[in-house]
């Protein structure tokens, strides 16, 4: 009888929850295709044909400077109180019409913050200390590690951690281009190479799942960074651009909020510990 005082919500939830911890296959497995990787793809070309316009511009270098006035005013005086500037953007074709990957979601955000009195050298000696990356962006960066490094190319090792209702962890493993301009102008691209979901993460029965058959929490991502010192201090602007499985039929309700929330949270998150990084560092 007192099961019938459990409202059928939560008896919902309950049983979505015990499917989750169990991980049935039927239920949350998902396969990475090829006509995906090529949506994804496409579109990471249109996008960065756009960056590459920026980055060769003096005057218009960073997204905010592409903002109508009146707007613009509004975020430098955001950014100049220490607020993070954060916008959805989406990426269309030559016809304006909208590009999506099939099976899947392509997620687009960037991110700004402005650290007064920092400098450019400081901002690039901190996003290239890769392995101390794990101090500063915790807790999602559980590890982080600089496997190779020539020049300003690096390759690196995160494992992620995001947690809600469900606890996804991820090895990841990235190619990072740094691209010096002037004195005061850097950009860099950082493209995902390996993202293998972790099972069982930390305990004697960890294993990897196979790369691309797997619960599709992320699958690609690419991030493309600004840095510019002027007005006093540095702007640090990110485009991050991910790809994750689509909406499984019935547990829509749970896993939407997962997959759609976090790509904006992570770069969030990003930011504002770049920013207080920098601002620390300045101490």
């Known amino acids: 009888m007192m099961l019938l005082q459990i409202p059928i919500k939560w008896l919902t939830i309950l049983l979505a929850i015990e499917i989750l911890g169990v991980q049935t296959p039927e239920v949350m497995s998902a396969e990475l295709r090829p006509k995906t990787v090529e949506a994804f793809d496409r579109y990471v070309q249109l996008t960065e044909a756009r960056i590459n316009g920026e980055v060769s511009q003096t005057e218009k270098f960073l997204y905010l400077d592409e903002l109508p006035a009146p707007r613009r005013s509004e975020v430098l005086a955001a950014l100049q109180r220490g607020e993070i500037f954060m916008e959805q953007l989406q990426t269309l074709d030559a016809s304006g019409h909208t590009l999506e990957a099939p099976e899947a979601i392509i997620h687009h955000w960037l991110g700004t913050v402005f650290v007064p009195g920092a400098n450019l050298p400081q901002t690039i000696a901190l996003a290239q200390d890769y392995n101390h990356h794990q101090d500063i962006y915790q807790p999602e960066v559980v590890r982080s590690r600089l496997v190779a490094h020539t020049g300003n190319d690096f390759q690196i090792y995160y494992r992620l951690r995001k947690e809600r209702v469900i606890t996804v962890t991820l090895n990841t493993y990235h190619d990072v281009h740094y691209f010096p301009i002037d004195s005061t102008r850097w950009y860099s691209r950082s493209y995902s190479t390996r993202i293998a979901e972790v099972a069982n993460a930390d305990t004697p029965n960890e294993r990897e799942k196979p790369v691309g058959q797997d619960e599709g929490f992320l699958w690609r991502l ?40 976090i790509p904006k949270e992570s770069l969030e998150m990003t930011m504002g510990s770049t920013r207080a990084a920098l601002t620390a560092g300045k101490k």
Do not use: H, M, Q
């Open 222 to 261: 690419n991030s493309y960074w600004k840095f510019e010192e002027k007005d006093g201090g540095v702007y640090v602007e990110c485009e991050s651009i991910s790809l994750t499985r689509d909406i499984p039929t019935g547990l829509g309700w749970l896993i939407k909020p997962f997959v759609t929330s």
